[in-house]
Structures are given as structure tokens and as C-alpha cells.
């Protein structure tokens, strides 16, 4: 990531099936594709697209014009179960992608979002049951996510609150992962290390 999690507002795209893993969100051929911003089109390629290539009729949720622009997914529960697959979150960014509702999310999956852009919340079977409902009877609304204040603004003024992981946050606020955070830090590591001599050299002698 290069650019800072800014608060935003959209409107949902819903999507109520239950336990989608990551391979129906990216399939197993795309995972030696190494361009993040070319995954749009594997996201969920199969729901979407025929064998050659022309996409299905009817039309996938996302592929819906009315549904173009839109920053917000809500899925069923246990979200990006299944294989260890960075690509699903790089996929979803790539599409687009900002926030994702649910009231789970597999536990690699959701690391994986949240170090890539993509920001996982989990809300209560209620509040989720109350999103549906609101997206169905008002495709139109929109809602605001705000990281810094962990909260979604709803069309009616409330506030639905989330937890998320304060380093995580952290680091989606700053654009960066734990790589680019100690890369960050690199001066004063150095500096850290220039006051504290190694104790032992490790270092092989050259051979004589």
C-alpha cells in the first residue's frame, strides 16, 4: 500500500451468500499473477464470466451497473474461509473494494485484508440482518466508514461501532504493513545499534 485508509462513504453491494472462500473470490489459476491493480477481473471470475470470456447473463452483483463505483461489500458469514490466498484481498482492492460487512471472517483471510487495503468489520447477526434488510428496501443508501473513528455512519444518523486491532489500524491509517513499518524505523535502528556494540562477532574470519 502507498496511500493512507481515508473514511469514506458508498453504498453496498450485497452479496448474502454464506462461507464464499477465497477460491470462488480468486481461482487457483490467477495465483502466479503478481500485478495487484490487473486482478480486478479474476475477482470472483467464475460467478462472472462464461469459458470465453463474455460474462454471464444475468449479470454477477458486482458486474450490475448500478452496483459500478460501489466501496462496500456485505457478504454472509465466514467470509474468505479456506486457503491461504493474499490474492482474494488484492483482487477485491483492485476491483475496488474498500470495507467489507460480515459477522465473520476466516482468521487468514482477514489478516491478509487488512494488511492490503482492505478493511474486514464484523458486526452483530442483528446490525447484519438490519444491513440486508436497509439494502433491499434501499439500494440507494449510503453509508460512511470512518477507520479512525471505528464507527459506520448509517442514513438515519446512527453509528454502528466495530473493533478492530489497534496496529492493524495503525498501519492501515499509515499505508504501510509491518515490512514498510520497520523499513520506517530503519533509522532508528540504526542508531540503536551504533550505541550497543555486539556483544559477540560473529562474523567468520576470512580464510588465511
Known amino acids: ?14 452479496l448474502p451468500a454464506e462461507n464464499v472462500d477465497t477460491d470462488q473470490i480468486v481461482p487457483a489459476r490467477y495465483l502466479k499473477v503478481t500485478d495487484k491493480e490487473g486482478l480486478a477481473e479474476a475477482l470472483f471470475r467464475d460467478y462472472r464470466f462464461n469459458e470465453d470470456g463474455t460474462k454471464k ?10 452496483n459500478a463505483g460501489r466501496k462496500i461489500l456485505l457478504v454472509g458469514g465466514n467470509f474468505g ?10 483482487a477485491l482492492r483492485s476491483w475496488g473494494i474498500q470495507a467489507i460487512l460480515s459477522t465473520s471472517f476466516a482468521d487468514i483471510f482477514k489478516s491478509n485484508a487488512l494488511k492490503n487495503g482492505v478493511l474486514p468489520i464484523e458486526v452483530d447477526p442483528e446490525t447484519h440482518k438490519a444491513l440486508f434488510a436497509m439494502a ?16 459506520i455512519l448509517l442514513p438515519d444518523g446512527s453509528t454502528v461501532d466495530f473493533d478492530i486491532d489497534q496496529f492493524s489500524k495503525m498501519m492501515l491509517l499509515a499505508g504501510t504493513d509491518e515490512i514498510g513499518y520497520v523499513l520506517a524505523k530503519d533509522a532508528d535502528i540504526e542508531a540503536w545499534e551504533a550505541a550497543h556494540p555486539a556483544r559477540v562477532d560473529t562474523r567468520f574470519a576470512a580464510a588465511g
Not at 485508509?5 to 453496498?12: A, E, G, Q, T, Y
Not at 447473463?57 to 448500478?66: A, G, S, V
Not at 460512511?144 to 464507527?151: A, F, H, I, P
Open 1 to 14: 500500500m502507498t496511500e493512507g485508509f481515508r473514511s469514506f462513504s458508498s453504498k453496498l453491494i450485497p
Open 57 to 66: 447473463d444475468p449479470l454477477f452483483i458486482i458486474d450490475r451497473p448500478e
Open 81 to 90: 474461509t479456506g486457503s491461504s490466498r493474499e490474492h482474494a484481498p488484492w
Open 136 to 151: 433491499e428496501a434501499n439500494p440507494d443508501a449510503e453509508l460512511r466508514v470512518d477507520l479512525n473513528e471505528q464507527g
